[in-house]
């Protein structure tokens, strides 16, 4: 089953909303002075963008983007603020040397040849500058989820093969700090970053899967409807629902950053 990146609404209320609440923990451990030139790698639906201008004092901010539907929603949002172009991670069509740092937020794991996005982004980035990214802790404390696979591999094994806490080994923090040592980035650190995800009731938490943007929301809509109930309800009986039908989850991501030498 191929991953689903196509629509930014549906993209939003699944994942998207979290990734912005990452975004400025991210930028603050990053802590980079003003006036700086910045690419975003797969820049979504902009929160990344978004958190740069609004906290960075940036020179300028480009971003480059594969999906139509996501980048249509950047521009929505951040308007002639950023530079955007249509494209991936391994074609970026910028001159060598062009960015004071470049930032990928939730996309690593994503890129088909990760030596090689890495080797892109070090070309376009100048000497002395910094390339960092975060991924979510899918195996770990992205929970919801965790919640959901581990739910769904109980009711049908098969479903192991799509967790994205099995498929994508990368999203750990010694994976991640080996990617950019490979890559030959050198003062290369990780950091765990937490952010709260709160559901007001179980049907808040739920229909953001019925979407069928991403891994877990496309695998949701491949069953028919009596599995999908029983995923459902699979579900409900494993979350730590409070007293008042509230749900208080965690979504780790692992940030990493490195320095391209001079």
Known sequence: MPDNWQSGDPYEQYVGRWSRRVA??????????????????????????????????????????????????????????????????TDLAFADASFDVTVCGLVLNFIPDGRAGLAAMRRVTRPGGCIAGYVWDYSGKM???????NAAVDLSPAAAALDEGARFPLCRPEALAALFQSAGLINVATNAIDVDTPFADFDEYWRPFLGGNG????????????????????????????????????????????????
Do not use: N
């Not at 003003?34 to 020179?59: E, I, K, S, Y």
């Not at 480059?64 to 539907?69: F, L």
């Not at 028919?224 to 007293?243: M, N």
């Open 24 to 89: 400025p923990k991210f930028l603050d451990w990053l802590a980079m002075p003003p006036r700086l030139h910045w690419l975003d790698v797969g820049c979504g639906t902009g929160a990344l963008c978004a958190a740069v201008l609004d906290q960075c004092a940036p020179a300028s901010v480009s971003a480059i983007e594969p999906s139509e539907g996501f980048l249509k929603a950047a521009r929505e949002r951040l308007g002639d603020r950023v530079v955007l172009q249509l494209g991936g991670a």
């Open 143 to 149: 929970e919801l989820m965790r919640y959901f696979w």
């Open 215 to 262: 891994p877990a929301p496309a695998y949701a809509m491949s069953l028919d409807e009596s599995a999908r109930t029983r995923l459902r309800e699979r579900i409900r009986e494993t979350l730590p629902i409070q007293a008042d039908g509230s749900l208080r989850l965690i979504a780790r991501a692992w940030a990493v950053r490195g320095a391209v030498a001079r």
